[in-house]
């Protein structure tokens, strides 16, 4: 039988094209090792019924040399609001239960043009919303290390998928954390893309200015595959990048580092700030340069956050009304349709978010809220791009903390800073990756936490780079 846990995207490639094993053997390992260990976990809500055909068709294509790439024949997990043609997807919501995607994500199509075998469909907070997995529709998602405690979302599924080698990389979607953060719980690499970077046409809209699919995978170097093979311009996408946005950059001889250590003062576990400090010395030990820098901005963030974010959701979500596709319930008249859908379907975050978001955008609040936000939204940009023009990445811990137990954070507030570190990504479209830097220990259990990485738009290069020589990778 294969150590799958002994295996990342690259050394499984070697061994498919090298004949140690098949593609189908890769994929039977992931379904036993879900069979095994997902009944603790719950990342998976459903193994797609035709893995094993999939193996097939790629064990073909590496027979005959039929243009195999890297993730050829490599098991995949989607998060459940990436559409995948014929299969199910309800973003973890009863609104969705048995909502069949009528097409392929630009991700999906360039996944399947790859050769790649997807294990399923994964759990996650329902439609994105949460940063634990504990608002699924379908039950919580658990952490690999200590099943007492959360997996981060929202892509939690698609992280503890990976961290159970039940699958060797995952795709989630990232509009605040979401990638970042169930990675760094997890002991995982996660990547927020550039925007506009990776398609989103076919992922299920949340809050469409913020959010990117992002990959998630043992190594940086797995993730830069996927993202790799994922990126480039969509027609299909109206916010996709162009391709003459990517230019070829000149590789520097030294990178500098900044490091807003004013931002980390206050809320952060001891014992994190210490994983981050030594975090930072071992950088300047392998020769970066660490600056001091100050983004004035930056504590304005969460705030901005919270109210774009449920603004853009309030909008979005409008369109789950019980008439088209979904849920659909009966009132006594097509309004009273369209409340007790809306009342059955969605679940409490969900629609905590909804009225907070039409509350944002309503008569009299939207200039008060909504546009104020945008304009700060444009201030945290200009702060960091002023601090790019002296460093050439930010260093933050990805989290204040290390995962923590379900149902610890009853109040909402407390749940939403555990994206103080991550939200400002997703403001601005910068792409930023979570590396794993060591662990904390919690009630006697070691528990991963994360050092993430932030670079100016599309410089995904640069993130790789040290996140390969961070993590001991050979280039």
């Known amino acids: 039988m294969i150590k799958i846990d ?15 094993f098949s593609a189908v053997d890769l994929a039977k390992a992931c379904i036993k090792n879900i069979e095994e260990k997902d009944k603790d976990i719950n990342a998976y809500l459903e193994v797609y019924d035709d893995v094993i055909k999939q193996a097939e068709y790629a064990d073909k294509k590496i027979k005959n040399k039929d243009n195999i790439t890297e993730l050829t024949g ?47 469909r994964t759990n996650m907070d329902e439609f994105g919303m949460g940063s634990s997995t504990e608002n699924s529709a379908f039950g919580v998602v658990k952490n690999p290390y200590d099943t007492n405690r959360v997996a981060g979302g929202s892509s939690g599924g698609p992280a503890a998928a990976v961290a159970i080698s039940s699958a060797l990389g995952s795709f989630g979607s990232d509009t605040g954390s979401s990638v ?22 076919g992922l299920i809209a949340f809050g469409s200015s913020l959010e990117q699919i992002g990959p998630m995978g043992k190594t940086v170097g797995d993730v830069e595959i996927l993202f790799n093979t994922t990126s480039g311009y969509d027609k299909m996408d109206s916010v996709s990048l162009p391709e003459d946005f990517y230019s070829k950059h000149k590789k520097k001889e030294k990178l500098i580092i900044g490091v807003p250590t004013h931002f980390m003062k206050e ?14 010395e071992k950088l300047k030990s392998l020769g970066y340069e660490v600056k001091e820098i100050t983004l004035p901005n930056i504590k304005y963030s969460l ?52 009225v907070l978001g039409t509350h944002v955008l309503s008569s009299g ?22 601090a790019f023009r002296n460093v050439d990445v930010i260093l933050t ?50 528990l991963p936490v994360g050092l993430q990485i932030i670079a100016p738009l599309l410089r995904e290069n640069i993130l790789f780079e040290i996140g390969k020589r961070f993590s001991g990778e050979n280039n």
């Open 6 to 20: 002994k295996l990342d995207i690259k050394k499984a490639h070697e061994g498919l094209v090298d004949g140690d």
């Open 74 to 120: 490599i098991p995949i997990a989607l998060k459940d609001n990436i559409l995948n043609e014929g299969k199910t997807v309800s973003a973890a919501s009863k609104i969705l239960e048995n909502y069949k995607a009528t097409y392929d994500a630009t991700v999906v199509k360039k996944l399947k043009d790859a050769g790649a075998v997807f294990i399923g």
């Open 180 to 201: 970042r953060l169930p990675a760094s719980f997890c002991g995982l690499v996660g990547l927020k893309p550039t925007y506009g970077a990776v398609s989103r046409y």
């Open 267 to 280: 809320g952060i576990d001891e014992d994190v700030l210490e994983n981050f400090n030594q975090s930072v």
């Open 303 to 354: 705030s901005v956050y919270y109210i774009v974010m449920p603004a853009e959701a309030s909008a979005n979500l409008a369109r789950f009304d019980g008439v088209r596709y979904g849920l659909h319930k009966d009132g006594d008249s097509v309004i009273e349709d369209y409340f007790e859908t809306r009342e059955s379907g969605f679940g409490t975050e969900v629609k905590r978010r909804i």
């Open 365 to 386: 609040y939207y200039d008060a809220y909504y546009n104020k936000a945008n304009i700060v939204r444009n201030l945290i940009k200009s702060d960091f791009d002023n």
């Open 397 to 446: 811990p990805t989290s204040p903390t290390p995962a923590f137990k379900i149902g610890e954070k009853k109040d909402p507030l407390s749940m939403y800073l555990s994206d103080i570190f991550t939200v400002q990504a997703n403001l601005t479209g910068m792409p930023a990756l979570s590396v794993p830097s060591g662990s904390v220990v919690r009630d006697g259990k070691e």
